[in-house]
């Protein structure tokens, strides 16, 4: 920049031809700022904001004022049921092949139009109101019982630099250090984010962002949210955390697309038959929607997998493909 801007002020240039030269050698260095910027930008590669809740629920008559308890009436903001969720395209920036899950308790009475018939469920009240926040829905673990969520099936495949965020919320002193994520990738569960739950702060009903990096390059990436089933730190208090507004991002490999198909190779799949067109090396690893490596085979050009129908990320070397069986 700064022989450029010498470049400017030889003697032979009038002075109006020198301030010229300095403005397009100026626009010039920004515009390649700029350039240098876009390049490392962030990009989502996944999202989920728990959207809003359900304001009514079959024949149940909904309180007058929601937030408001009243029995046998159905309140949107606590008695939603987690099966009754919408998991709308509104609420979340997903891949094809994204799967949720649950592990939880049965209330005591999940049938009725105040219960939110399981120990994990949508809510409304206390909505995330951290910097950048979704607000409305957020993921309720309630009681003392071994609640979890599990995401799967994320694809982080061409990106690089790829980081974790979201936001937790604990009702009691410290609740937010007892939720454990663990992440994968088909090789079994392995924690992941521990160091930075445990320095959140202990102040109560608070909503705290968490920032996690280093989360792995893979086709199939598994998340997995759960509560203990006591609260070690208070007996006497239920556990009670909710997250919200999960989200993965990473810079996009700006070699993604030679290094991961240089050469039109494809997957095709017709029942349990799987043929692959323009391989010359690597072997054959299978994956299941829940990152689980499920077929394994030295390369050939049709294999049998007697795998049950289903999504599966097809791998080998460097290539990743979806299927459908």
Known sequence: MFIL???????????????????????????????????????????????????????????????????????????????DHVWSVDSHVWNEGVMYAQTSVATTNPGACDDSGTTLNIRTNNPST???????????????????????????????????????????????????????IGAGLTELGATQIGALSTTKATWLLVSIPMIPTVAALSLTFSTPNTNALNVSA????????????????????????PDNRKVFASNASITLVGFTAGNIEIYNAQGKKVFASELKETIQTQLTKGLYIVRVGDFSQKINL
């Open 238 to 261: 239920p556990i009670e955390i909710r997250i919200d507004d999960i989200t993965i991002t990473g810079t996009a490999a700006s070699t993604l697309v030679n290094s991961i198909n």
């Open 5 to 83: 801007h010498t470049i400017c002020f030889l003697e032979s240039f009038p002075v109006y031809e020198k301030m010229i030269c300095m403005k397009k050698i100026t626009l010039l260095f920004l515009a390649i700022t700029a350039l240098s910027l876009g390049t490392t930008a962030q990009t989502t590669i996944f999202s989920e904001t728990f959207g809003t809740t359900q304001a009514t629920r079959g024949t149940c008559v909904s309180v007058a004022v929601p937030g408001t308890a009243e029995a046998d009436k159905y309140d949107p903001q606590k008695n939603e049921q987690y099966v």
């Open 130 to 184: 951290f910097s950048g926040a979704s607000g409305n829905g957020n993921l309720y673990f309630n009681a003392n019982t071994g609640n979890s969520f599990t995401i799967s099936g994320i694809n982080t495949l061409g990106y690089k630099n790829i980081s974790l965020g979201f936001g937790v919320y604990g009702k009691n002193k410290a609740d937010v250090t007892l939720l454990k994520l663990q992440y994968n």
